[in-house]
């Protein structure tokens, strides 16, 4: 054995080092993640079901953390590559049917049925006028996991580079599609195409709208559904907005915001109220409402138009308990009629929770991390309603 | 085993004065680079607080404060660990070369010995392993010592201390010491297949020599095409997960190590006459 001295050394230094190592990684893991909730105001019960996915800077590392009230946990990324949870837990179910398809999330539609993917015409740029391209969809039956695919080649005979799908639903067994088209210049055009799905026939390609660019403006279509929603939504609301091309900081001339009912088709204009436009830091669109955030150093104020009365209510403004130190909104989202809202104040973040309808603050507390070595920024980028057990 | 236990120890004992002179040029150049950047922040920073009549704070606020990352993106902590890479690099063909380009040629005593010739292949490449896994449990010791260095240097209001994570999540420490199990062993099979496709390499040019070269080269090529075979279906067919990809790719890394074990014995038991 005495011997074998130098290879007993190098081999136990080896098993050692590297155990110590990655227990001390393991711990740090669950130590600086962990992030709790401290009630400023409100019920906890809000809370209670919820689970934030966040996105956290903590000097220059990046990551994405699961925080619940009770647990928070790390999202394990192999080369940063994340699969968004809405995506891992689709994967989950139909492992086979998800296979090799893009994860965005305006590309699916879901119901208790069915599963529909759209695949976006690839290489747009080699397309000439006058040349078209197909819609391509899979359909997955949930019941008889059973899966369908059909392409339908559009009659649009445009000059385009890309081609966006902006949101997808079904209605009346209808497959109804918000067509984005780009060209190299900028220019946008937007339509709606609907697809019969049991004949398996294109029914129409609707021009919606269309964004041009000159020398002096340059007008751009904006979405603003929620992205991680793939169920039906009765509204898909949407921007067009001019900007000043001579402005060095192209400077906003107008914006028009819209909604078009996705069952009747209908597009309908929303003005906003007088000096809103300019301060337009956060829109969310839940349901039947259109929800527009902004912050000051005061407070939040939230304006909501429902869409289905084309109305606004009545703003509703919370001022902040503790000073703020960006005025910008942290982040803002929304679920099953609420909106949450972040905000940095001083080494915190506070999140505030409001009920969209009642126009009613529910929940106001701070999300706090006291294992931290250093500044951290963290914001949502999605809520997710915990299952029941 | 006994055998093979034997010729990892007698190959470790050949290269242990050279790897130990090894480890300390390493530490060597990682401590003074450590006295160096941190003496250097702090007397910048001094410099500049008083011409600009900054306080502490303030010289936080506007140039940031001392960490690991100051060392860690130094030339001293990169070079030093592209050098040793480099050198067990270089000992991949040293460790047969020398066997048979020596003085006295080793390998026609190892070749002879009452064992399977195969055993000196596995010894080899375990040393290798061994050199390897050995600098980069060494490089984890060494960071703590730097850590230390540097905080006794630097003052404690300049000073910040930095969670394991963060650390460990730079580019070059990411690739050594991956946090994620799967890209670990992704990592380190192919690692172990490159060695022993090298190895294999060798042995073909030492069977058959200029001919073998050309026939170390095609094998080369061949090995890396088993390898790449999971990557080029995905990008014909986007069929796999990326989990899946890695885990293929190590599987596929792992049958090319087992073409190269199968090949160097064949090689080492008929081809290779001493």
């Not at chain 1, 990655?22 to 019960?45: H, L, M, P």
């Not at chain 1, 559009?154 to 984005?180: A, G, H």
């Not at chain 2, 060494?138 to 230390?148: H, R």
Request: net charge negative; glycine share 4%; hydrophobic share 45%.
């Amino acid at each position: 054995m005495k011997k074998y001295w130098q290879l007993l050394l190098i081999a136990g230094i080896i098993v050692v080092t590297f155990t110590v190592h990655y227990i001390q990684v393991a711990n740090a893991k669950g130590k600086d993640y962990d992030f709790t909730f401290e009630k400023i105001s409100g019920d906890d019960k809000y809370i209670d079901s919820l689970m934030f996915k966040t996105s956290l800077q903590y000097g220059m590392v990046y990551n994405s953390l699961l925080i619940s009230k009770d647990e928070s946990s790390l999202i394990e990324t192999v080369h940063n590559r994340e699969i968004p949870l809405m995506f891992q837990k689709l994967i989950d179910e139909h492992k086979n049917f998800m296979r090799g398809k893009a994860l965005i999330a305006n590309n699916y539609f879901e119901d208790d049925t069915k599963l529909i993917y759209m695949k976006e015409p690839e290489e747009g740029w080699k397309v000439k006028a006058g040349d078209t391209y197909s819609y391509e969809v899979d359909i997955l039956d949930k019941v008889k996991d059973e899966k369908t695919s059909f392409s339908i080649k559009s009659q649009l005979n445009n000059r385009y580079n890309w081609v966006f799908y902006s949101d997808i639903t079904v209605v009346n067994n209808e497959l109804k599609l918000i067509v984005k088209q780009v060209d190299n210049d900028g220019s946008e055009k937007m339509y709606q195409v609907i697809i019969d799905l049991k004949k398996q026939q294109l029914l129409s390609e609707t021009l919606l709208e269309e964004a041009a660019i000159d020398e002096a403006t340059r007008t751009s279509i904006e979405a603003y559904n929620s992205y991680s929603n793939l169920g039906h939504e009765k509204y898909h609301v949407y921007s067009i907005s001019s900007f000043d091309m001579k402005s060095p900081e192209l400077n906003l001339i107008s914006s028009q915001f819209r909604a078009i009912n996705m069952e009747t088709n209908e597009i309908i204009d929303i003005q906003l109220p007088d000096g809103l436009e300019q301060k337009l830091q956060s829109i969310e669109v839940d349901d039947n409402y259109l929800v527009i955030a902004y912050s000051t150093k005061e407070g939040i104020v939230i304006y909501r138009y429902n869409i289905g009365q084309q109305r606004w209510l009545e703003p509703i403004t919370a001022s902040n308990t503790e000073k703020v130190l960006n005025p910008d909104l942290n982040s803002t989202t929304s679920l099953n009629g609420k909106l949450y809202v972040m905000t940095e104040v001083n080494n915190d973040f506070v999140l505030k929770i409001f009920d969209i309808q009642q126009g009613a603050l529910l929940y106001e507390g701070k999300v706090i991390n006291k294992n931290m070595k250093q500044k951290y920024y963290i914001h949502i980028t999605d809520v997710y309603e915990l299952e029941s057990k | 085993m006994n055998h093979y236990i034997k010729l990892v120890n007698f190959e470790v004992k050949r290269f242990s004065k050279l790897y130990l002179s090894l480890i300390i040029a390493v530490v060597a150049a990682q401590i003074i680079g450590a006295i160096v950047t941190s003496s250097f922040y702090v007397s910048n920073a001094e410099t500049t607080m008083v011409r600009d009549q900054m306080t502490v704070s303030d010289y936080i606020l506007t140039y940031g404060a001392y960490s690991l990352q100051n060392f860690l993106f130094s030339e001293y902590f990169f070079l030093s660990v592209i050098f040793a890479a480099a050198l067990l690099m270089i000992y991949v063909f040293f460790i047969w070369y020398r066997d048979w380009l020596g003085k006295s040629s080793v390998i026609y005593r190892l070749l002879m010995l009452p064992t399977a010739r195969r055993n000196v292949y596995f010894a080899k490449l375990t040393t290798i392993l061994l050199f390897v896994f050995g600098l980069t449990a060494m490089q984890i010791i060494l960071l703590e010592v730097v850590n230390q260095i540097t905080q006794r240097i630097v003052p404690d209001q300049l000073w910040m201390d930095e969670s394991i994570i963060y650390i460990y999540s730079t580019e070059l420490l990411d690739l050594l010491y991956p946090q994620s199990p799967l890209l670990f062993v992704f990592y380190y099979v192919i690692g172990i297949t490159a060695v022993a496709v090298i190895f294999t390499s060798i042995l073909f040019e030492r069977s058959y020599h200029l001919k073998g070269i050309f026939l170390a080269f095609i094998y080369c090529v061949i090995s890396v095409g088993i390898v790449m075979v999971p990557v080029i279906v995905q990008i014909i067919t986007n069929y796999f997960y990326t989990n899946e990809i890695y885990l293929l790719v190590t599987g596929f890394s792992v049958l090319t190590t087992a073409l190269a074990i199968y090949l160097a014995d064949y090689l080492l038991k008929r081809k290779i006459n001493v």
